[in-house]
């Protein structure tokens, strides 16, 4: 298996610009997170979903992030419009309830100017 | 709610020394999981180790070990014979599965790691 597949890889967009992350979790997975990383907050979870259905978007910062999953194979986290504090790698993880681990993505560095 | 603390924001030892990396966990559930992950230079998250709250038994993987102790809500993480390699940021985390299903980790500030040859 590729494992979680995250794209892109980098990011660099101006201030007000639409953005939008994308995150093919391992098959088989049920679940699938999105974190954010930043210096100040650490890692912190945004939300996720289970079979494909939003299950806690509590960590979603504002109405300007939204998130969806419209197949088991796909999901994008988007940004509208951006601002420089959104600046942060992203990362994608997807999990099975049956093993309970969490495979991450490799992250995708997003910088706002 | 859920939280996890690690101390040592960096700790800085020389090839060859033991190190051992802090982790304090605060949770209401009686049904959880501790998890470490380390996240090198290049920046990915590397999966380390899962343990369940009704599971007690320290674990060695090589130079790594990890001890878990339900009285003081501690799960450590210990590098023997520490490597250049080895240098990476730390983290520790939990996760609190509801309705028998996962849920998100909740992510401890991180240690730095550096070895030094």
């Known amino acids: 298996d590729a494992g979680v597949i995250q794209s892109p890889r980098h990011e660099v967009t101006e201030m007000g610009q639409e953005v939008t992350l994308r995150c093919k979790p391992i098959?088989?997975?049920?679940?699938l997170f999105w974190y954010r990383q930043t210096m100040m907050r650490g890692l912190e979870l945004l939300i996720y979903?289970?079979?494909?259905?939003?299950?806690?978007d509590s960590g979603m910062p504002e109405d300007r992030f939204s998130a969806k999953m419209p197949n088991a194979s796909f999901s994008t986290l988007k940004i509208q419009p951006s601002e420089p504090r959104d600046s942060a790698v992203y990362f994608c993880?997807?999990?099975?309830?049956?093993?309970?681990?969490?495979?991450f993505g490799s992250g995708t560095r997003l910088t706002v100017v | 709610a859920q939280k996890v603390t690690q101390a040592q924001t960096e700790i800085s030892v020389v090839e060859k020394e033991d190190v051992t990396l802090d982790c304090v966990y605060e949770?209401?559930?009686?049904?959880?999981?501790l998890f470490w992950y380390k996240q090198p230079p290049s920046g990915e998250l590397v999966f380390l180790i899962r343990?369940?709250?009704?599971?007690?038994q320290n674990e060695i993987s090589g130079r790594y070990s990890w001890n878990f102790q339900k009285s003081t809500s501690s799960f450590n993480f210990t590098i023997t014979a520490s490597q250049v390699v080895d240098s990476a940021v730390y983290f520790c985390?939990?996760?609190?599965?509801?309705?028998?299903?996962?849920?998100?980790?909740?992510f401890g500030k991180g240690t730095h790691l550096i070895i030094q040859p």
């Open positions: 949770t209401r559930d009686t049904t959880y999981y």
């Open positions: 343990r369940n709250s009704f599971d007690e």
């Open positions: 993880a997807s999990s099975s309830v049956l093993l309970y681990g969490y495979t």
């Open positions: 985390a939990l996760s609190e599965p509801t309705g028998g299903g996962a849920d998100g980790l909740t």
């Open positions: 098959s088989g997975h049920d679940y």
């Open positions: 979903f289970n079979n494909n259905v939003p299950i806690d």
